[in-house]
């Protein structure tokens, strides 16, 4: 029995060393040993980390519509997308998110941000650059027979009681930094609105990412959307016409 025992340290302590030595870093065991105790950040893994916060933060930046509508005309599920911002960009979202409120209240609109791709630029231990590219979906409330045209005179398409316009294209560079472990955004920038970045624009009206609708009565909305490889409308304080 003393013999097994024996047996079983000496291979536990052999496959101890293995370990230290084959999978530590470090120029001495020591250093390989607390390597192991302490590992550092896999870049693959904080790589993954930073695109799937942008991915998230587009999407959610994108979308909005009636169905968020609270009974005081804000849109608090909208407006939780600050908690995916540095304190210093959540500010400046927050002073826009009105904006997006009054256009839901006032004209109906429904978007939905989808990403179709998205980059590193570059990339450290604590700030990234990603390029999110895709497109913004958007549809208006209906015309009815008041209005005095059929839905499908000034509509792209028609679906129930609502009417779609043509999808907008964007591309974004989307600024990331690490707080306490978790990647935020720090800023976002539409590339093809030749404007400032968003954080830059300290959301002025004009300033600030939206939409139009196609149509001969275009009202103003907001838009927007990130990307690695494509165009641009971004969130409640800029615009777009498709």
Request: aromatic share 6%; proline share 7%; charged share 25%.
């Amino acid at each position: 029995m003393l013999g097994l025992l024996v047996g079983v340290l000496v291979a536990a302590l052999g496959t101890s060393a293995y370990l230290v030595l084959d999978r530590g870093a470090g120029g001495n065991p020591v250093s390989r040993l607390d390597s192991l105790i302490d590992p550092a950040p896999d870049p693959s893994q904080e790589r993954e980390k930073a695109l799937a916060a942008a991915r998230t933060f587009v999407e959610r930046f994108n979308t909005y519509g009636p169905g968020l509508l609270a009974d005081d005309g804000t849109m608090p599920d909208y407006a939780a997308v600050g908690e995916l911002m540095s304190a210093k960009f959540a500010k400046v979202f927050g002073t826009n998110v009105g904006y997006a409120e009054q256009t839901v209240a006032e004209t109906g609109i429904e978007r939905a941000g989808q990403v179709h791709a998205v980059g590193v630029a570059a990339i450290d231990e604590d700030s990234a650059e990603l390029l999110v590219a895709g497109i913004v979906t958007f549809s208006y409330p209906a015309p009815t027979a008041e209005d005095g045209k059929a839905p499908e005179d000034d509509a792209a398409g028609a679906d129930g009681d609502r009417v779609g316009f043509e999808p907008v294209r964007f591309r974004y560079q989307v600024s990331l930094v690490k707080i306490d472990g978790t990647w935020k955004v720090d800023d976002l920038d539409d590339l093809d609105d030749e404007l400032g970045s968003f954080a830059d624009s300290q959301g002025e009206p004009d300033q600030a990412p939206s939409d139009q609708a196609p149509s001969d009565q275009a009202s103003e909305q907001p838009s927007g959307q990130p990307s690695s490889e494509t165009s641009t409308p971004a969130g409640p304080a800029q615009e777009e016409t498709p």
